[in-house]
């Protein structure tokens, strides 16, 4: 099992170029999210989906777009670039089974810069 | 709105026993969890409380007391793996992630 990918793994992109940041799980997890880190900070949520069909915006949804049409797959679209999303972009699943248990599995991450 | 607050950093020598605070704003709170993050990595789960007290697993443990709004992570036995940052996250009923600010351990010989 790969777990969570997220391609690419580097990206630089001009300002007002647009691109989508793949991610994909095969852990058959419901629950999907994106988040940014800046250098030195914590995580920021952007989106989450908690299932096929079903988005919600987080802390930071401004500038990006997503789309949940498959339990694997969770794209993560920004259409304008500009330099203030320069981050380290996660992917994240989780399966939660409460109380006692919501283990997120992250991916890789994605280093974008935008110049 | 959400909340949390961490010390910035902690240091402590190998072989000891570090706590790692994190209190607590939020409108809807549904657990506390904790992640390890080294340098360069993605962040890798370490615990969740959804229910006040102890968990423990392995040389960590972690502690939630809603009424307080607080929890802590205890590491014992400290090894120089694990100098990294760890973050508090807390949740809603919703599923929606708030992440502390984190909390960097360094560990010396």
């Known amino acids: 099992n790969a777990g969570v990918t997220q391609t690419p793994k580097f990206r630089i992109l001009k300002i007002g170029q647009s691109m989508t940041l793949q991610c994909t799980q095969d852990?058959?997890?419901?629950?999907m999210y994106w988040y940014r880190q800046d250098p030195g900070m914590g995580l920021k949520l952007i989106y989450y989906?908690?299932?096929?069909?079903?988005?919600d915006k987080g802390e930071v949804p401004n500038g990006y777009n997503v789309s949940r049409s498959t339990t694997e797959d969770f794209p993560l679209r920004l259409e304008l670039a500009a330099p203030s999303q320069t981050s380290v972009y996660f992917c994240?699943?989780?399966?939660?089974?409460?109380?006692?248990?919501?283990?997120?599995?992250f991916g890789p991450g994605t280093r974008l810069t935008v110049l | 709105g959400q909340s949390l607050e961490q010390p910035s950093e902690v240091t402590a020598v190998e072989g000891a026993i570090v706590q790692i605070n994190c209190t607590y704003q939020?409108?809807?709170?549904?657990?506390l969890s904790w992640y390890q993050q080294h340098d360069g990595g993605a962040p890798t789960f370490l615990s969740y409380?959804?229910?006040?007290g102890l968990e423990e697993t392995g040389r960590f443990s972690s502690f939630l007391s809603r009424s307080d709004s607080y929890g802590y992570l205890l590491l014992q036995e400290l090894q120089m793996k694990d100098s990294a940052s760890y973050f508090c996250?807390?949740?809603?009923?919703?599923?929606?992630?708030?992440f502390g600010p984190g909390t960097r351990l360094s560990v010396l010989p």
């Open positions: 994240a699943t989780s399966r939660p089974s409460a109380p006692t248990d919501n283990e997120q599995f």
């Open positions: 852990m058959n997890h419901n629950y």
């Open positions: 989906s908690v299932g096929a069909g079903i988005t």
């Open positions: 939020t409108s809807g709170f549904y657990g």
């Open positions: 409380n959804g229910l006040d």
């Open positions: 996250a807390v949740n809603d009923y919703g599923q929606n992630f708030v």
